[in-house]
């Protein structure tokens, strides 16, 4: 009983330092319940997938028949990286409750950025936007 | 009454050019390896800048595969490959938009440089988290 109050106060500070493992300090989703967390994963994903449409649909309009070809090739191995990658990066969690949610996170964020770097890119060809 | 009716659809068509093309000019942001000098050193510049890039990615790579089981390390390599695809294709697309120019190799690293900045980031991120 002795060494058990002391061990419980121990393990309690030290959880938020151990819940920051596997979380990107730019990441949305760390408060709440599993459940939560994974549905407010889901919501970021939907929202980074619609911008990233967006993005697709107004760089697309802008380009020439050659580099539209070469845009879609690069979409599609985009799409096989992000896969890949988030794999890898949730791969730590292997078999734990976490690893689905640590995927999803992953898929937000890769395609966020995708779609940001798409952005700059039809900034580039038509200069103000 | 015709010539004058030719006349003034030349005139308005002339007038239209500038604005139609420059739907298609370039307006990126002026990097600094473009800052003085003839396009072969802003281009060198860009590759010597894609190179280190590469070579720091390399370092963050190696550590944290350094960190990682064998399964891991074998998620991580396949990742890494996939990545490469997507930059390489990405890039050729970017600069596929200069084809043609004396600007297309330079973009080509700018934008090597860049994805690569950009994963090396990716991975310290990762190697932060596991070490």
């Given amino acids: ?129 | 009454m015709t010539t004058r009716l030719i006349f003034t659809c030349a005139l308005l068509a002339l007038l239209l050019l500038p604005a139609a093309s420059a739907k298609t000019q370039k307006e990126r942001p002026i990097h600094p390896c473009e800052g003085n000098g003839s396009q072969a050193e802003a281009t060198g510049c860009a590759h010597r800048e894609y190179l280190a890039a590469d070579a720091e990615l390399n370092k963050v790579y190696n550590r944290l595969a350094g960190v990682l089981n064998a399964d891991e390390k074998a998620l991580l390599k396949e990742s890494e490959l996939a990545w490469i695809k997507y930059r390489d294709s990405n890039c050729t697309f970017e600069s596929s938009q200069y084809a043609g120019g004396t600007m297309r190799p330079m973009i080509e690293s700018f934008c090597l440089a860049r994805v690569t900045q950009a994963r090396a980031a990716e991975l310290k991120e990762q190697y932060e988290l596991r070490k």
């Fill in chain 1, 1 to 129: 009983m002795k060494t058990f109050v002391p061990t419980v106060v121990i393990l309690l500070l030290l959880a938020p330092a151990l819940r920051t493992r596997g979380q990107s300090a730019t990441d949305p989703c760390t408060e709440g319940t599993s459940p939560q967390q994974l549905a407010c994963a889901e919501r970021e994903l939907k929202a980074a997938s619609d911008q990233l449409t967006r993005a697709r649909a107004e760089l697309y309009e802008d380009l020439e028949p050659r580099s539209r070809v070469k845009f879609r090739a690069a979409e599609r191995l985009w799409l096989r990286y992000r896969k890949s990658n988030c794999a890898a990066e949730a791969s730590i969690y292997e078999g734990g409750t976490i690893q689905p949610l640590v995927e999803l996170r992953c898929t937000a964020r890769v395609t966020r950025e995708r779609a940001a770097e798409l952005k700059a890119q039809s900034q580039t060809l038509s200069g103000t936007d």
